[in-house]
Structure formats: C-alpha cells, structure tokens
C-alpha cells in the first residue's frame, strides 16, 4: 500500500515563504502523478498544482501560478511546494495525493487515490 506524510506547514506573515514535502512510501507504479491540494475552513478542497512523476510535466492553479512551485526527488521518494509571496488567502490546510492517473490533466480530488494527513498552512495579515 502506499503512504504520504506531509510536513513543513507553519504560520508565516504575508509575503513569507513555506516548503511543504510529502514523503511517498509503499508500491506505487512508475508512472503516476501527484498533486497538492488546499481546503480552507467553509470551503471544498481545490487543487492546487501536480506533477507527472515520469516526465516532469508541471500544472497549477491560477490563484498560485508564478508563485508556488512543485518539484519532485525522486532518490528521496518525495514531492515539494514551495510557496512563495504567500497572502493571506492561501490560509488552508494542505494535502498531497496520488494518482495512478499519468499527467497533469487529473485535477480533481475524486481522481486521486491516496491522501496525506494534512498540514496546516497560516498567513497572517
């Protein structure tokens, strides 16, 4: 079976940054794709960005295009995204997933098959 644990959320003034990694254990295939998502109180969770694991191929939301960034280790097993200029809108909690789906058109939670615990990201005003 396959495990993400998430770490690096925090609380961060505006304009600050934060790295959140999530570290992928078990069997997973060669080709897959993974992708941060955010859920903020009152709201449904919204994608964020994802990565094809194989190729590279990168996706992101409008709302963090030029700011956030997602890589992979792939010697690490692990996922990255850097946030940068972080407002205060970005407040959520974030959570990696997997897909077994390959590429970066899989945007959708119900297209992800495996979930991190969530970290909390803050941005204070």
């Known amino acids: 079976q396959v495990q993400l644990v998430e770490s690096g959320g925090g609380l961060v003034q505006a304009g600050g940054s934060l790295r959140l990694s999530c570290v992928v254990s078990g069997r997973t295939f060669t080709t897959y794709t993974m992708g941060w998502f955010r859920q903020a109180p009152g709201k449904e969770r919204e994608f964020v960005a994802n990565?094809?694991?194989?190729?590279?191929?990168?996706y992101y939301a409008d709302s963090v295009k030029d700011r956030f960034t997602i890589s992979r280790d792939n010697a690490k097993n692990t996922v990255y995204l850097q946030m940068n200029s972080l407002k205060p809108e970005d407040t959520a909690v974030y959570y990696c997933a997997l897909t077994y789906y390959s590429g970066t058109a899989y945007r959708r939670p119900d297209e992800y098959n495996y979930w991190g615990q969530g970290t909390q990201v803050t941005v204070s005003s």
């Open positions: 990565i094809n694991w194989s190729g590279g191929s990168t």
